[in-house]
């Protein structure tokens, strides 16, 4: 069975910070990889996500993700964060059984 | 395209009362996903359709919880009777296949007193 695990339930930054939000996944075979973004009293709406080819992904407003096979990680990035970024941030993963499995989320708060 | 459209967005009912939500699937899409949304336990998927037809059902908690689709374009979640640990955001997502990014309705917060 897949799953995932968000190590940083709660993150907390200034404005122009760096960061990076850490997502593992537990499945053997071909994953297909996924970082949604929830903003407050919206729905989910998806970032970027990883199919095949250059593990380094670009997504909208400036994150990217890099998945890195031998960690079994799809860590999320961002160089300088903004007071608009304030959300939760969701991983997911979908290997053999075609149905994504969510992580439980990391809140994370920017401060102006 | 409208995007995924679920109605209610809020709904408040009593214990023991019948709830339906609604969802209607992006035009084109044919998996359809239910999610629920609370603090304790995160985003759960309660059941997935593909091509109108229930593939994975394990995630429905219990017997009170019921799910249709009739048609490619609409769906329902029913939960009868209703308890107050129903209480949660109730998500419709759709995709155009099982292996493609999914996209998400508004919600409907479901309070149940």
């Known amino acids: 069975a897949q799953s995932v695990s968000q190590h940083n339930h709660h993150v907390i930054l200034s404005e122009a910070a760096s960061l990076e939000l850490g997502c593992n996944y537990s499945?053997?075979?071909?994953?297909?990889l996924f970082w949604y973004v929830q903003y407050p009293g919206q729905h989910l709406q998806l970032l970027l996500k990883?199919?095949?080819?250059?593990?380094l992904v670009k997504g909208i407003k400036g994150f990217e993700a890099e998945f890195i096979k031998s960690k079994f990680s799809f860590n999320l990035r961002k160089p300088s964060v903004q007071w608009s970024d304030t959300a939760e941030y969701f991983c997911?993963?979908?290997?053999?059984?075609?149905?994504?499995?969510f992580g439980r989320g990391t809140s994370l708060i920017v401060h102006p | 395209d409208a995007g995924v459209i679920q109605s209610p967005r809020h709904e408040v009912t009593e214990m023991g009362q019948e709830v339906t939500l609604r969802c209607k699937p992006i035009?084109?899409?044919?998996?359809l996903f239910w999610y629920r949304q609370t603090m304790m336990r995160g985003l759960e998927l309660l059941i997935y359709?593909?091509?109108?037809?229930?593939?994975?059902d394990s995630g429905m908690p219990e017997d009170r919880f019921s799910a249709k689709m009739p048609n490619a374009s609409f769906s329902t979640l029913k939960i009868q009777p209703s308890e107050p640990r129903d209480s949660a955001v109730y998500f419709c997502?759709?995709?155009?296949?099982?292996?493609?990014?999914?996209?998400f309705g508004p919600g409907t917060r479901l309070t149940v007193l």
């Open positions: 997911a993963v979908m290997g053999g059984s075609y149905i994504p499995t």
């Open positions: 359709f593909n091509n109108n037809v229930p593939i994975d």
């Open positions: 035009s084109g899409h044919n998996s």
């Open positions: 997502a759709s995709s155009t296949g099982t292996l493609d990014t999914q996209y």
């Open positions: 990883y199919f095949s080819g250059d593990p």
């Open positions: 499945y053997g075979g071909t994953v297909n």
